[in-house]
């Protein structure tokens, strides 16, 4: 996912696909969304991108490469990654993404496939393509980055809608968290205030398509505008509508810390993690609620728990360096630190937290042993990547 207004999804080499927050957001439903998931997919599942670069020879491989690169940082570092996509996109870029008519024809075909078999409702590709193709007349020689690389055709319309008008009719609700995230998304990407009057108008004229989104996107509104009471109340009234979902207890014990009630957030971080245990956001959230709360050793017992399920994630590995700094442990702070450069593939940093880690001066025998034996093995990274980068060249 890339934190980007514009609308825009693309398949990259190793199977990655990127979506810009801006079509999620465009989306009407979860079906259109899937609509598009489906299409890039089969642009994988076909080879598109591979077929395509053999019949461009002049086409820019370090171009392609230095957007893949900038989608990956994306799950890392989103500034980093948005300024790598766009001066990837820039120029050549588009030309190079921008599939023949044979290849986008035969990923509507294999990707409608893909979404009925998935379940989603079989419209909403071709819905979501036919608002990009009344977008296309509204913006005229400025129209959307996902118009300019997949070429929309009138015949290319009708004939998915032909497709959905041929499988029998089934109606299929969007999810709760589909509605959850276009909510939070709505908030970020605008003015506080206007998102508060956005979901007060939906609520009090009753124009939603689900009341719990837009409770949802209020409450989250109000609480980025500090206006915390106004906010817990909108938590209260969304928590009486007996819905369930990590957002929702996400936002109700940061709504319970930014009132001042510590104790209050970390017990709903408890509960709320004994019955969605694999979300990450309600992981994150709790273990910066207890070094809010100062209570150190508590968190260390709970990242050590997440890093032995979790050991390639590289949020939990900077949470426990943020620990350890509390606790005045600086071995183990840099440790963990360079962990979490490593899994971000920054490996000079790596290197040179133990290095810090090396001259701390604290630790014992073992801990200093295990600093020595990991900068052993990250040194010898760097010399085989120096070796892959002169051969290369």
Do not use: C, W
């Not at 199977?15 to 969304?33: C, D, K, M, P, Y």
């Not at 980055?145 to 055709?153: D, E, N």
Request: charged share 20%; proline share 2%; no cysteine.
């Amino acid at each position: 996912m890339i934190r980007d207004n514009t609308i825009n999804a693309f398949a990259m080499f190793g199977g990655f696909i990127g979506v810009n927050t801006g079509t999620l957001l465009t989306a009407q439903s979860e079906s259109e969304l899937a609509g598009v998931l489906a299409h890039e997919i089969s642009h994988v599942t076909q080879s598109h991108l591979a077929r395509q670069m053999a019949r461009e020879k002049q086409s820019s491989i370090a171009t392609m490469i230095a957007m893949a690169v900038g989608v990956l940082a994306a799950r890392s570092n989103s500034q980093v990654a948005s300024a790598a996509i766009a001066s990837a996109q820039a120029g050549s870029i588009q030309a190079q993404l921008a599939y023949s008519r044979d290849f986008e024809r035969e990923a509507d075909r294999f990707g409608f496939q893909t979404m009925i078999k998935a379940g989603y409702d079989a419209r909403g590709m071709g819905e979501f393509f036919g608002r990009m193709q009344q977008a296309g007349r509204v913006y005229e020689n400025n129209a959307p980055v996902y118009m300019r690389s997949h070429p929309l055709t009138v015949e290319r319309i009708s004939d998915m809608e032909s497709r959905a008008q041929s499988v029998p009719y089934r109606q299929v609700a969007d999810s709760l968290d589909f509605h959850l995230v276009r909510a939070r998304l709505r908030v970020q990407t605008g003015s506080s205030g206007d998102a508060v009057s956005e979901f007060s108008r939906q609520l009090r004229e009753k124009k939603f398509v689900s009341e719990a989104g837009s409770r949802y996107g209020l409450a989250y509104a109000l609480l980025k505008a500090k206006d915390v009471v106004a906010a817990q109340k909108e938590v209260d009234a969304l928590l009486a509508l007996k819905v369930s979902s990590p957002m929702i207890a996400g936002l109700a014990a940061e709504t319970r810390a930014a009132g001042g009630d510590r104790a209050g957030a970390l017990n709903i971080y408890r509960s709320s993690l004994q019955r969605f245990p694999q979300s990450k956001a309600l992981a994150y959230g709790y273990a910066d609620a207890l070094l809010a709360g100062r209570q150190y050793e508590e968190a260390l017992r709970f990242l050590d728990s997440e890093l032995q399920l979790y050991s390639s994630d590289y949020k939990l590995y900077g949470l426990q360096a943020k620990t350890f700094a509390a606790l005045g442990k600086r071995l183990q702070q840099h440790r963990a630190q360079a962990e979490s450069y490593f899994l971000l593939g920054q490996l000079g940093p790596a290197v040179e937290q133990l290095q810090f880690a090396q001259q701390s001066g604290d630790g014992n025998f073992f801990e200093q042993s295990q600093v020595d034996a990991r900068l052993r093995e990250m040194r010898k990274l760097q010399l085989e990547e120096a070796k892959e980068k002169k051969n290369g060249g």
